[in-house]
C-alpha cells in the first residue's frame, strides 16, 4: 500500500514557477512509476507527467513540455514537479499518482488527494 500526499500549490501570476512536491508512504515506493495528472474545472482529467522507479525515463504531455520537469528522490520518496512559464490554462487540480504502467494510457494504481495551482493573468 502507498499512500500519496501532494504539497506546493497555490496562486502564481503567469509566468512564473511553482514546485510541487508528493511524498509517498510505504517502502515499495522506488518500485512504481510515479505521474503527476491534473484536472481543470468542467474538465476531464488529463495526463501531465511521469517518470520511471530510476528516473532514468521521463514522459510528458505536450502542453508542458519544456516547461515542466518531472524528478523523484527515492531516499526520500518523493516525486517533484517543477513548473516554470505557468499560464493561465495551467489552472487545475494536480494529482500524484502511483502507477502500474506508463501506457499509453497510463494506469494508475495510487492517488494523492490533490493541490491546486491557480495561475493568474
Known amino acids: 500500500q502507498v499512500q500519496l500526499v501532494e504539497s506546493g500549490g497555490g496562486l502564481v501570476q503567469a509566468g512564473r514557477s511553482l514546485r510541487l512536491s508528493c511524498a509517498a508512504s510505504g517502502r515499495t515506493f522506488s518500485s512504481y512509476f510515479m505521474g503527476w495528472f491534473r484536472q481543470a474545472p468542467g474538465k476531464e482529467r488529463e495526463f501531465v507527467a511521469a517518470i520511471s522507479w530510476n528516473g532514468g525515463n521521463t514522459y510528458y504531455a505536450d502542453s508542458v513540455k519544456g516547461r515542466f520537469t518531472i524528478s523523484r528522490d527515492n531516499a526520500k520518496n518523493t516525486v517533484y514537479l517543477q513548473m516554470n512559464s505557468l499560464k493561465p490554462e495551467d489552472t487545475a487540480v494536480y494529482y500524484c499518482?502511483?502507477?502500474?504502467?506508463?501506457?499509453?494510457?497510463?494506469?494508475?494504481?495510487?492517488w494523492g488527494q490533490g493541490t491546486q495551482v491557480t495561475v493568474s493573468s
Open positions: 499518482a502511483g502507477l502500474l504502467t506508463v501506457g499509453p494510457p497510463p494506469a494508475v494504481r495510487y
